[in-house]
Nanobody
Framework: QVQLVESGGGLVQAGGSLRLSCAGSGRTFSSYAMGWFRQAPGKEREFIAVISSTGGNTYYAESMKGRFTISRDNAKKMVYLQMNMLRPEDTAVYSC????????????????WGQGTQVTVSS
């Protein structure tokens, strides 16, 4: 069983940066691919990025490439999402999730979810 807790959200001006953190627990954390998703009000949950269990591979949604960077530290059981050049349309609740299938980027592919952290980007 893996438990996940996100932190690092907040209010930021357009053009600014934030680094989200996801703290994991459980002996099997390092065996999971870890993904970041976001959900804006009235919209479906959206895939952002995934990192493989070892951290050796990453994949991003096309619209997120170049601004967002995912990373992990298995020794600390942490996953990060560095977000740069933020835009008002990036406003959403951001969640990390643990899954077994790196190549499946759908919500249903992920078994464990954090509670989410709010990111608000002002114009």
């Amino acid at each position: 069983q893996v438990q996940l807790v996100e932190s690092g959200g907040g209010l930021v001006q357009a053009g600014g940066s934030l680094r989200l953190s996801c703290a994991g627990s459980g002996r099997t954390f390092s065996s999971y691919a870890m993904g970041w998703f976001r959900q804006a009000p009235g919209k479906e949950r959206e895939f952002i990025a995934v990192i493989s269990s070892t951290g050796g591979n990453t994949y991003y949604a096309e619209s997120m490439k170049g601004r967002f960077t995912i990373s992990r530290d298995n020794a600390k059981k942490m996953v990060y999402l560095q977000m740069n050049m933020l835009r008002p349309e990036d406003t959403a609740v951001y969640s990390c999730a643990a899954g077994r299938r790196y190549y499946d980027h759908t919500v249903t592919a992920y078994d464990h979810w954090g509670q989410g952290t709010q990111v608000t980007v002002s114009s």
